[in-house]
């Protein structure tokens, strides 16, 4: 059974930064991505940034050229390093791995695409 475990989120300042990690255990098969989807009490659930089997990424425009996904593929590990926090960046941050493995076209940062998640990391950015 696939289990994603989230760590290293934490609190703080506007401007720091933070590196959150998502270790994955019992996954055998190549999904079409993996990512970083974000939420907020009351709202719903968003991408951050995801990566392809290739290697490709893709990030939400609020996020552009601050966040930086990557993987350890020998440590089924992903990484999200958050720089130039801001406090709108304020959530609970969960890693997801995408339920398609064969056709992977349409919206990289689309939930529904996402069928395995973990428990979730708090991330707090205060002004």
């Known amino acids: 059974q696939v289990q994603l475990v989230e760590s290293g989120g934490g609190s703080v300042q506007a401007g720091g930064s933070l590196r959150v990690s998502c270790r994955i255990s019992?996954?055998?098969?190549?999904?079409?991505?993996m990512g970083w989807f974000r939420q907020v009490l009351g709202r719903e659930r968003e991408g951050v940034a995801v990566i392809e089997r290739d290697g490709s990424t893709h990030y939400a425009d609020s996020v552009k050229g601050r966040f930086t996904i990557s993987r350890d593929n020998a440590q089924n590990t992903l990484y999200l390093q958050m720089d130039s926090l801001k406090p709108t960046d304020t959530a609970m941050y969960y890693c997801?791995?995408?339920?398609?493995?064969?056709?992977?076209?349409?919206?990289?940062?689309?939930?529904?695409?996402?069928?395995?998640w973990g428990q979730g990391t708090q991330v707090t950015v205060s002004s």
């Open positions: 019992g996954y055998s098969y190549s999904s079409c991505s």
């Open positions: 997801a791995i995408d339920s398609r493995d064969i056709y992977c076209g349409g919206d990289y940062l689309w939930v529904p695409h996402f069928g395995y």
